[in-house]
């Protein structure tokens, strides 16, 4: 038994020093190659900090932008929970069929998982950067790259979700000789909800920050307003912008940890 | 003429476990039978094949004169709605209050729609009500189940089996996770409901104890057979240890336990 006991440990141990050596390894190789150097990397930190509290400070001009720059932040904000919304749903009915409590085949359940992955592997700038062939620089390429990735990620975890909270009272119900529709109404959704609520809440979060990042590049929303006014060297108005974005992401953010808090 | 007849059923698992090894018996309306047998004797595989949940491998399975092995979809769904079935775990809708739960006994024999959205008749809604009052639970039942201990949970799935006014109930370990008096409580409510409303009862156990208390007959299972099917009174300790093969310890806690009284 202790000797046992002992063998567990020591072999934890070595997993330890394994995994700690590994990582120093990595470090050691990336560094060189990318010829970044920690110490000069934490030594840039106060000079950054002291260039942005210079030039990122909103001037007068800024502010008379606001109006603008609330607008866009709105419309940025609209497309993040519209997307994530509809990718919600779309998931949701895409879970039923990749999740094993409501009892389609193996090979459905497969492909399902296959799909989801494959969306949800592909990072929403490069869907972003491939839509834009085809819609060119449009909201719709932020809509449907954003689209992509939620519908891969929320797919594949309203499928645990399922699995995990309403795989006995599935059993259940399907025992009462219930029918599959009732089924997901009476049983699925009402046990897996809290789950689907947050991880859509998530995801809106998530959604927000990324489609700043891509209106970058598809030049719209509060992504394309930031980099005009950085290109132009209007570094009062970036700064308002960059504002106006951690104020939203706030306001977001403790608008879903009470909405969490109610539907506990 | 039976109620239920298994004819020969075995079931194998993905072509390699065999939980059901020839299985034959048949039981008659009315009765209450208790299966007993070690964990992983085939008693939950042998209870859901009734119902479908489980689908036999081969052999007949006759309920209410008529096979069931072969059924479709909505005769199989018929047939549901006339075997209640409680679980070891109570397997409710647990953010739903007590009488939705209740009523989802209904859900077999309503429309699609008015079950999807949980339309249910006044008729309906007061039989639930009448039932919750009898388990006692009539207090609870506009309660969140999640709210609710692990007895008045087990009284629910035993409500929510006989809104479904089934023909037969089936009952998986329904008393494995409860403490011994919450246990007494759940094992006297079927067998009142066995006896006034002359619905069948198949319990399985995992205390013999219990079994003999309660059951006028007892079918030992052991390793996917039937090795033992006659009154309580018939189960002599050799009988008993065959059922429980070596696994002594089995034999020690169920036997031993004054805990079941
Ligand atoms: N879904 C399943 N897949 C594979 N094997 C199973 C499955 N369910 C049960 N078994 C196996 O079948 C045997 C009987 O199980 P079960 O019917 O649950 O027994 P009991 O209810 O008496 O404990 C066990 O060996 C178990 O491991
Ligand atoms: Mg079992």
Request: with cysteine; aromatic share 8%; net charge neutral.
């Amino acid at each position: 038994m202790n000797k046992a006991m002992n063998q567990a440990f020591r072999k934890r141990k070595i997993t330890y020093t394994l995994a700690f050596l590994v990582v120093l390894a990595l470090y050691l190789i990336s560094a060189y190659i990318t010829e970044f150097d920690l110490q000069t990397g934490i030594k840039a930190f106060p000079e950054a900090a002291k260039w942005m509290s210079e030039r990122l400070i909103p001037d007068a001009k800024a502010w008379e932008r606001l109006p603008k720059i609330l607008d866009k932040l709105f419309e940025t904000a609209l497309l993040s929970v519209a997307v994530t919304v509809t990718a919600g749903i779309g998931a949701f009915m895409f879970s039923l069929l990749g999740s094993k409590t409501t009892g389609f085949r193996g090979i459905i359940n497969q492909l399902v998982r296959m799909t989801a992955a494959f969306f949800r592997n592909v990072p929403d700038v490069v869907w972003a950067m491939v839509l834009m062939f085809s819609f060119g620089q449009n909201i719709l390429t932020g809509y449907f790259a954003l689209f992509f990735t939620t519908f891969g990620l929320l797919t594949r975890s309203f499928i645990e979700t399922i699995d995990e909270v309403s795989a006995s009272c599935v059993e259940a119900l399907n025992a009462t000789g219930a029918n599959f529709i009732q089924i997901v109404f009476q049983g699925i959704i009402p046990s897996a909800m809290t789950g689907i609520i947050t991880w859509i809440l998530y995801m809106i979060e998530t959604n927000i920050r990324s489609s700043t990042l891509i209106g970058i590049l598809t030049a719209t929303g509060i992504g394309y307003l930031f980099d005009m006014y950085y290109k132009r060297i209007e570094f009062g108005s970036a700064g308002l912008v960059v504002m106006a974005i951690v104020v939203l992401v706030i306001v977001i953010e403790t608008i879903s940890i009470q909405i969490r808090k109610v539907i506990k | 003429m039976p109620i239920l007849e298994f004819k020969n059923v075995s079931k194998t698992y993905d072509n390699e476990t065999k939980a059901l090894n020839d299985v034959s018996f048949s039981i008659e309306e009315g009765e209450f039978v208790s299966i007993i047998g070690p964990s992983g004797a085939g008693k939950s595989t042998l209870l859901r094949c009734i119902n479908r949940l489980v689908d036999a491998s081969s052999g007949e399975i006759v309920f209410d004169g008529q096979d069931v092995t072969q059924m479709k979809n909505k005769e199989l769904r018929k047939v549901r709605t006339k075997t209640g079935m409680i679980f070891q775990h109570y397997n409710l809708v647990d953010r739903l209050s007590v009488i939705e739960n209740v009523l989802h006994g209904t859900l077999g024999k309503k429309s699609t729609f008015s079950g999807m959205i949980g339309h249910y008749t006044e008729e309906e809604k007061l039989r639930a009500f009448e039932i919750l009052e009898s388990l006692g639970l009539a207090d609870q039942a506009y309660k969140r189940c999640d709210e609710l201990s692990g007895g008045q949970k087990q009284r629910v799935g035993i409500a929510r089996a006989i809104m479904q006014q089934p023909k037969l109930i089936l009952c998986d370990e329904p008393i494995a996770s409860l403490d011994p008096k919450s246990s007494k409580i759940i094992m006297d409510h079927l067998a009142d409901i066995n006896e006034n409303q002359k619905i069948t009862c198949i319990v399985n156990l995992h205390q013999v104890d219990v079994a003999m208390k309660y059951s006028e007959r007892i079918i030992g299972v052991s390793d996917g057979k039937i090795v033992y099917d006659g009154t309580p009174e018939g189960l002599d300790q050799k009988t008993i240890h065959k059922i429980y093969q070596s696994k002594t310890s089995d034999l020690i806690t169920d036997i031993g336990g004054e805990a079941h009284e």
